[in-house]
């Protein structure tokens, strides 16, 4: 079920650029997940785009973690952050294709967003049970996956899994172009 292949940097702007915005809204998707002063991961996050959303969401007393396999991801989010003048309240951080090392954050996050980019993890069942131990009880865990890449089979596989590591389905959101869910843990 997973896939080899990573989104290379150079492809990123042909999905995260101006036009995206008529069909996903940061603030609009994730505002009913995350509140002021809540703490949110953006695992996978490429240079951003719902990064910025989930700082705005924050607030000055919150904190999200953008985390990716790629540096040139993670500087491309340090850029806009700065441009937005959000830098304060966003940490980027390398993470491994098969170890967030982030085990400082064990239990601690509201909500962890996992957006088109669980079908390249090598091994989901790791990298679910990894993102389950990040939230604190009770916190949200909420993924989307491209439809033209995953099949309405393998999205539920994944979801069978997460299910197997104790998350349970809270909702299936309408997520254009995508398979959308969000699990509590
Ligand atoms: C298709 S892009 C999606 C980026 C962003 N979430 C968005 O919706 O604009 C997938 C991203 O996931 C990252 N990625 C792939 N496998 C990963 C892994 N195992 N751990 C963390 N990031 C990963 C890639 O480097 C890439 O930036």
């Known amino acids: 079920m997973a896939r080899e292949h990573v989104c290379p940097w150079w492809m990123i ?3 995260d650029n101006p036009v995206r915005r ?4 940061p603030e609009k998707m994730l505002g009913p997940y995350l509140r002021q002063g809540g703490r949110a991961a953006d695992i996978g996050c490429g240079i951003g785009f719902f990064t910025l959303g989930l700082a705005r969401l924050a607030g000055d007393s919150g904190r999200v973690y953008a985390m990716d396999l790629q540096e040139k991801m993670l500087a491309g ?3 806009r952050a700065q441009r ?3 830098a304060e309240r966003i940490e980027t951080r390398r993470v491994g294709a098969d170890n967030l090392g982030a085990k400082d954050l064990t239990g601690s996050l509201d909500l962890v967003l996992a957006f088109w980019m669980l079908h390249e993890v090598p091994d989901q069942e790791a990298f679910l049970r990894q993102a389950k131990d990040l939230l604190k009880p009770g916190g949200l865990f909420y993924l989307a996956e491209p439809r033209m890449h995953v099949k ?3 999205f539920e596989e994944s979801l069978r899994l997460a299910g197997g590591l104790g998350m349970r389905l809270s909702e299936r959101p309408e997520v254009r172009l995508s398979r959308g869910a969000v ?3």
């Open 183 to 185: 699990l509590a843990a």
């Open 77 to 79: 989010v340090e850029r």
């Open 22 to 25: 008529l069909f996903h809204d």
């Open 84 to 86: 937005a003048g959000l």
């Open 13 to 15: 702007h042909t999905f």
């Open 152 to 154: 309405a089979k393998e």
